[in-house]
């Protein structure tokens, strides 16, 4: 069995992340080269990623959102963090599952993400 980490509150239906998994930091850093085209921040510090769910076959199943419902990439976003995870050695698949609730905050960025903005 995999320790999760808890889920956003107020989100039951976001599942919580595997961080114990011995693939997690390997699949955060890889969702880090990842940034959003309009702002100059990594999606997982910007907080565009939710779960990152790893089974014990190594399946990877990401959920994210985006800034926006709008956002000008929401077709191809989900398709760059498969492309980025996928190379982790010991991955066997990637699914991204693209979600708006609960929607994206600013306060969900982390403390790197806002002082790189300015809101620190």
Do not use: Q
Request: negative net charge.
């Amino acid at each position: 069995m995999t320790d999760t980490s808890e889920p956003l509150e107020g989100t039951p239906l976001i599942a919580p992340s595997s961080v114990s998994h011995a693939l997690f930091d390997a699949c955060v850093d890889a969702c880090r080269t990842v940034f959003d085209p309009e702002i100059p921040v990594n999606i997982y510090d910007l907080g565009l990623i939710y779960t990152i769910d790893i089974s014990e076959e190594n399946d990877v199943n990401v959920i994210m959102t985006l800034t926006a419902p709008g956002c000008p990439v929401a077709g191809d976003m989900p398709g760059w963090i498969v492309d980025a995870i996928s190379p982790v050695p010991g991955v066997k698949s990637v699914d991204v599952s693209l979600v708006w609730e609960p929607p994206w905050g600013m306060e969900m960025m982390s403390d790197e993400a806002r002082l790189e903005l300015g809101f620190m």
